[in-house]
C-alpha cells in the first residue's frame, strides 16, 4: 500500500510539472503522431474545414465527403454504415484541437499549428523539392496492349422499364418499388447482364422478385439490406402481387 501511494504521488507531481511548464496558449510539444491522429482518411492530409458524420461520429474534410452526399442514399466511406446527409455537421470540437496543436513540417520540421499545416506545407520548399523527386510510376513489365474501351459500367445501372439512368443496386431496387410494382413487363435484370457471368438476353418474369432474391447485397461494397428494409420490401412485393 505505501509503495502505491508514493507511485500515486509521483505520477500526480509529474503532472503538476507538466502542467506548469506548458502553461496558456497552444500545446509546443504535442503527443508523438499527432498530425496522423488528425488526418482525413479520404486524402490523408490535416483537415480542413472537418465535419463529422452523427450515425457513426467518422470526421472528414468537408470538401472530401461532398461526393457522398451527392447520392440518394449516402454510406460513410470509412465504416459503410448509410447516414442522413442532413445529419452532418460542423467539426468544431476538431477545429478547435487544430488549432491547439502543432506538429513539425515533414519537410523543414519546423513546428507549425495544424490549422495552418496545409498553406505551409503547399509553400514549403523542402517539402516540394521531396515532390519533385518522388519516382514516377513505371509499370513492372512495359505493355504495347491498348487500354480496352468497351468495360461495363458496374456501379450505376439503368432502370429497364423507363430508362432512369445512375441508379446503384439499392437506389435501383427502391427505384422499381416505388415506380414499376405494377408492371408486368419481362425485362433483363442490368445487374446481371453487366456483370461478367450474366446473360444480357434473359428477361426475367418477374424482374422485382429477382432484385430482391438476387441483389440484397452490392457486388462493389458487399453491404446488407438491414432486416427491416428488406422485409419492408417484402411485405411491398407481397401486397403488390395480391393487389393483382
Not at 459500367?153 to 443496386?169: E, H, I, K
Request: aromatic residues 8%.
Amino acid at each position: 500500500m505505501a509503495m502505491f501511494r508514493s507511485f500515486v504521488s509521483a505520477s500526480t507531481q509529474f503532472r503538476q510539472q507538466q502542467q506548469s511548464s506548458s502553461g496558456p496558449g497552444p500545446l509546443a510539444a504535442p503527443p508523438e503522431g499527432v498530425e496522423s491522429q488528425f488526418s482525413c482518411p479520404i486524402c490523408l492530409e490535416v483537415y480542413h474545414k472537418p465535419v463529422s458524420i452523427a450515425s457513426c461520429g467518422h470526421t472528414f474534410c468537408g470538401e472530401c465527403l461532398q461526393p457522398c452526399l451527392q447520392v440518394a442514399s449516402p454510406l460513410c466511406p470509412l465504416c459503410r454504415v448509410p447516414f442522413d446527409p442532413k445529419k452532418v455537421e460542423r467539426s468544431s470540437n476538431v477545429e478547435k484541437q487544430l488549432a491547439s496543436y502543432k506538429a513539425p513540417c515533414r519537410g523543414c520540421s519546423k513546428k507549425v499549428s495544424l490549422v495552418k499545416m496545409r498553406s505551409h506545407i503547399s509553400s514549403c520548399s523542402k517539402v516540394q523539392e521531396q515532390i519533385a523527386n518522388c519516382p514516377k510510376f513505371v509499370p513492372v513489365v512495359p505493355t504495347s496492349q491498348p487500354i480496352p474501351s468497351n468495360i461495363p459500367n458496374r456501379s450505376t445501372f439503368v432502370c429497364p422499364f423507363c430508362g432512369a439512368r445512375n441508379l446503384d443496386q439499392q437506389e435501383l431496387v427502391k427505384h422499381c418499388m416505388e415506380n414499376h410494382r405494377n408492371d408486368p413487363n419481362k425485362v433483363v435484370c442490368p445487374v446481371c447482364s453487366a456483370m461478367p457471368w450474366g446473360d444480357p438476353t434473359y428477361k426475367s418474369s418477374n424482374f422485382l422478385q429477382h432484385l430482391l432474391h438476387r441483389h440484397k447485397f452490392s457486388y462493389d461494397t458487399f453491404v446488407d439490406y438491414s432486416i427491416d428494409e428488406e422485409a419492408a420490401l417484402q411485405a411491398a412485393l407481397a401486397l403488390s402481387l395480391a393487389e393483382n
